[in-house]
């Protein structure tokens, strides 16, 4: 066949490829989803626990008593090192269970968590909200008193005196946010949203990532969960999740700044 500019096509039309055998990709409805969400909050927890034993415990010391053991793990909570070696690997065994969930459900994990790049407009106005949600957070804890939490700045402080801070800081401004808006933003919502709707979902997810971060005072309660629910908001406005772990990364990265600067 000859094209209009007098070429020869030498093209030939291939039949579509044969689907792949085996299920097909689906997303997890809600009961199997809060199942596997549990699971992973059980396996992100446990792991957290038996890092910071080990931590605690290395080199391992068979005379060491429950007392001990008990007051050496509630001191790990504000040492900076600790901390960021049982971030790294919480959020590895975190992001490795989900891995094991898509995978069940024959979705590929980018699509399952709607990793894709945001658009610019969007990007703003994600910015814009978190700093409007700090201003508003800020002025809650300059009237009600309150000062940083002993959580920040004590795993600053220690991580320091360390010589360790690029530790932390690569646990709270990369794997902290990973791990916790794959699971939340992304794996959580994406399964709740069908049953709960938006509203329902942003909610949810932003109620229980609040009560994960128990090591903080109850005030921060309040600005923990207006911070879930602004990334939850731009999770749907955007259809990114990844704007969501931007955020979510900038935010502990201004928290830092603001330790620093304090110094």
Not at 54 to 83: C, H, K, M, R
Not at 200 to 216: P, S
Not at 232 to 243: A, M, Y
Request: proline share 5%; aromatic share 10%.
């Amino acid at each position: 066949m000859t094209n209009y500019e007098g070429a020869t096509d030498l093209s030939v039309s291939l039949p579509d490829p044969l689907p792949i055998p085996g299920r097909a990709p689906k997303i997890w409805g809600f009961w199997a989803t809060a199942l596997w969400g549990l699971g992973a909050i059980l396996v992100f927890v446990v792991s957290q626990v038996a890092t910071a034993v080990i931590y605690v415990l290395w080199p391992f010391d068979l005379l060491v008593s429950l007392q001990d053991l008990e007051t050496a793990l509630i001191n790990v909570g504000q040492n900076g090192p600790a901390v960021a070696v049982i971030e790294a690997v919480s959020v590895s065994c975190l992001l490795s269970f989900l891995a094991l969930a898509m995978a069940c459900s024959h979705t590929r994990i980018g699509d399952y968590l709607s990793l894709k790049w945001p658009r610019t407009r969007d990007i703003l106005i994600g910015v814009a909200a978190l700093f409007g949600v700090l201003a508003l957070a800020a002025a809650l804890a300059a009237v009600a008193g309150v000062e940083t939490p002993s959580f920040m700045t004590g795993t600053f402080e220690s991580s320091r005196d360390a010589g360790q801070l690029p530790f932390l800081f690569i646990a709270f401004l990369i794997a902290a946010p990973i791990g916790e808006e794959a699971l939340f933003r992304g794996f959580l919502y994406r399964g709740f949203v069908g049953r709960l709707g938006v509203a329902g979902a942003i909610i949810v997810t932003a109620a229980l990532w609040a009560i994960l971060h128990i090591q903080y005072e109850l005030f921060f309660v309040i600005p923990i969960v207006m911070l879930g629910l602004l990334l939850g908001w731009i999770r749907w406005k955007s259809d990114s999740t990844l704007l969501a772990i931007m955020l979510h990364s900038l935010n502990n990265g201004l928290a830092l700044l603001v330790l620093a600067l304090s110094q």
